[in-house]
């Protein structure tokens, strides 16, 4: 894939996620709020302590607010801040999430600079290009998370079909180098793996 083609999928996603009416279409999900913690829970299962938390592609901040509820719920607190490509996301984000306004960031993860380093991130690999991928997960994890932090790593199968599988994030992680220090995934009702996650611990 090309760059201008990345991008143009860029803007194509971002006119889908602000036209849609839900907190789940503006963070590029199709349906409801039990589909969507059937997806997105799993990933409370890799914060294992309290910690300031970034998410990478964070859109409307939606998956901050239900992460930090999740964790709440086990027992842990988060101090969730967001990053995003698109200046129209991040506003949107910033007028529903008005309590957390300055804790959202616009830049692109392979050129921004934090203001912090965070105990937990998460991020995306389809953010970057494929041949771009390892140097992506090694500035992640020298620059962005905290000694004693984890870095998160993502795959989203298409929830609207469930015919694109997730990517295989822990293998890809071993065979780049990183050292995998934890896996899981999540079903859908029809048993379909929908998510999968993988995280990297950084000494």
């Given amino acids: 894939m090309t760059k201008g083609s990345r991008a143009a999928i860029g803007r194509g996603l971002e006119e889908s996620y602000l036209a849609a009416e839900d907190p789940r279409g503006q963070s590029g999900f199709r349906g409801d709020a039990a589909r969507w913690e059937r997806a997105r829970r799993v990933l409370a299962l890799a914060i294992d302590r309290d910690g300031i938390f970034l998410d990478i592609g964070c859109a409307n901040g939606h998956l901050m607010e239900t992460l930090q509820a999740w964790c709440r719920e086990d027992g842990r607190e988060t101090e969730p801040y967001g ?24 830049g692109d993860a392979m050129a921004w600079d934090p203001p912090m380093r965070f105990d937990f991130v998460r991020t995306e690999l389809d953010y970057v290009e494929e041949g771009d991928r390892p140097r992506y997960i090694g500035r992640l994890l020298e620059g962005f ?17 469930n015919r694109e599988p997730c990517e295989p994030v822990g293998d890809l992680l071993r065979w780049w180098g990183f050292g995998v220090a934890g896996e899981a995934d999540a079903a859908d009702s029809g048993g379909v793996v929908f998510t999968r996650i993988a995280w990297v611990d950084v000494p």
Avoid at 91 to 104: H, Q, S, Y
Avoid at 145 to 161: A, F, M
């Fill in 83 to 106: 990053l995003d490509a698109s200046r129209k996301l991040a506003g949107l984000a910033r007028r529903r999430l008005p309590r957390w306004a300055d804790r959202f960031f616009v």
């Fill in 145 to 161: 998370v905290k000694p004693g932090g984890r870095l998160v790593v993502c795959s989203y199968g298409t929830v609207s079909t």
